[in-house]
């Protein structure tokens, strides 16, 4: 499967985006799904995950409440909604497929595909 993320952008503080990313593939609704992210100097890290059903959500402790993942396999989308911007949010932001997995894997290590990032910048 090939993963195409857009959405990134420049927001102050306090603001929101959604983020988007496109699969190609018969099979999109077999994989379970990542976001993730690195800024500079940081490894990767967990953002969300989403199941191949989109019935199990998992989030990163310092993104609950603010971000919200979601899967529209009909249309072979996955998308994470940030709200309550912060500064120490910027990053570039991947999407990552994991094949038949349930999305909650918080190593980037067990995904098999990725996107090429979009570049979140928070403004102070």
């Known amino acids: 499967v090939q993963l195409q993320a857009s959405g990134g952008g420049l927001v102050q503080a306090g603001g929101s985006l959604k983020l988007s990313c496109a699969a190609s593939g018969r099979t999109f609704s077999s994989y379970g799904l990542g976001w993730f992210r690195q800024a500079p100097g940081k490894e990767r890290e967990f953002v969300a995950g989403?199941?191949?059903?989109?019935?199990?959500?998992y989030y990163a402790d310092s993104m609950k409440g603010r971000f919200t993942i979601s899967r529209d396999n009909a249309k072979n989308t996955v998308s994470l909604q940030m709200n309550s911007l912060k500064p120490e949010d910027t990053a570039v932001y991947y999407c990552?497929?994991?094949?038949?997995?349930?999305?909650?894997?918080?190593?980037?290590?067990?995904?098999?595909?990725w996107g090429q990032g979009t570049l979140v910048t928070v403004s102070s």
């Open positions: 989403i199941s191949w059903s989109g019935r199990s959500t």
């Open positions: 990552a497929a994991q094949y038949l997995a349930s999305g909650s894997s918080r190593s980037s290590t067990a995904y098999d595909y």
